[in-house]
């Protein structure tokens, strides 16, 4: 029998080949159960992010973009109803590999995430050096000064003095506590960063700094970031595909420099109209109404109740995507 090689660690499991994407869902779903019932938080979700290349997910609050991020990652509570279908990292359906497996090739190895809150993120009781060096001692089994040493090369790469390795995240800024995420997901040189809300609660000037950062680390390095926001003017900064989400599913998946200058879905369409612009004249719009519940969501559309174009068929029949480099989720572009 033909012994099986294990995969490098270092750039994630199966990566053998150059080919493909980096990262592909197929028809991945994520129920929850709950008192009342079980919770819709993920339907059917189908797309793939090139090498080197930004995918922003957009979509209000609570329509699953953070859930994307952890479902992928297997981050998940204890309380999951039905969790399927394939994620595939560099070819290898990562579905499909045991637990821990999947922590030591997958797991902040080939995908790391940068989470919303960095102050929750951090112990306030351990110096940063100790926390951005400890992916490298437990993922990468590295010496003590091997960690230490690549600590201060990624502060110096995400710009934050190596003087602060000795300090505690209560002694920095919020920008720098951003950073400090950001250069903890980096340690361990992964394909992936997911980024959830890297900008949020900070100030406009640190937020324009910390994308300046970003583009950089994407250009320097090559790699491929998963865009995770409500802010649309942001994210279209890095971006290079958008996957607009709703009520747990994806209605419109698309190239970046298409989407922000002509959305396609009635839901994507009212988003850019509700951002402000420089250069136009034009009060902001909003969307009518609320989100469904995904306890017992409609059997048609689930944007229907809130749509202006709503028409008979949205409400019997739920729509499915055109095909195409450009995929829209609405029966107004039925093939």
């Known amino acids: 029998m033909k012994q099986q090689t294990r995969p490098r660690p270092d750039k994630g499991v199966g990566v053998t080949t150059r080919d ?3 990262l592909r869902l197929e028809e991945l779903q994520l129920y929850f159960r709950a008192t009342v019932g079980v919770v819709r938080a993920l339907e059917s979700l189908s797309f793939s992010l090139e090498r080197g290349r930004t995918l922003a997910v957009l979509g209000e609050s609570g329509c699953g973009k953070t859930t994307l991020a952890r479902a992928i990652l297997r ?12 994620v595939f990292l560099n070819g290898v ?22 989470s919303q809150a960095a102050m929750n993120s951090l112990n306030p009781v351990v110096k940063i050096g100790e926390q951005v060096a400890e992916p490298m001692l437990i993922n990468r089994r590295s010496t003590k000064e091997e960690a230490y040493s690549r600590a201060r090369e990624v502060f110096r790469l995400v710009g934050i003095p190596e003087a602060f390795l000795n300090r505690y995240a209560f002694e920095l800024s919020g920008g720098m506590r951003q950073r400090t995420i950001i250069a903890m997901a980096l340690t361990t040189s992964p394909g992936l960063v997911i980024l959830d809300e890297p900008t949020s609660a900070l100030d406009v000037l640190t937020q324009a700094s910390i994308m300046n950062t970003l583009k950089r680390i994407k250009q320097e390095l090559n790699l491929s970031f998963m865009f995770i926001t409500h802010d649309i003017a942001t994210s279209s900064e890095l971006s290079d595909q958008v996957l607009c989400m709703y009520a747990g599913q994806m209605v419109e998946y698309s190239k ?23 250069r136009e004249d034009k009060k902001p719009e909003f969307i009518p109404g609320r989100p469904p519940s995904l ?14 174009r709503r028409f008979e068929r949205c409400d019997e029949e739920p729509p499915v995507f055109t095909r195409g480099d450009d995929k829209v989720k609405c029966w107004l572009y039925e093939e």
Request: hydrophobic share 35%; with cysteine; proline share 8%.
């Open 256 to 278: 970046a420099e298409r989407f922000y200058r002509e959305p396609l879905h009635p839901y994507s369409q009212k988003l850019m109209a509700s951002v402000t612009t420089l």
């Open 20 to 22: 493909g994407p980096l």
């Open 75 to 86: 981050l998940l509570p204890r309380n999951v109803d039905t969790y399927k279908g394939r």
């Open 93 to 114: 359906d990562i579905m499909q590999l045991g637990e821990e497996r999947f922590r030591r090739d997958v797991r902040w190895v080939g995908i790391s995430m940068v």
């Open 295 to 308: 306890l017992d969501p409609p059997k048609g559309c689930r944007f229907a109740e809130r749509c202006q």
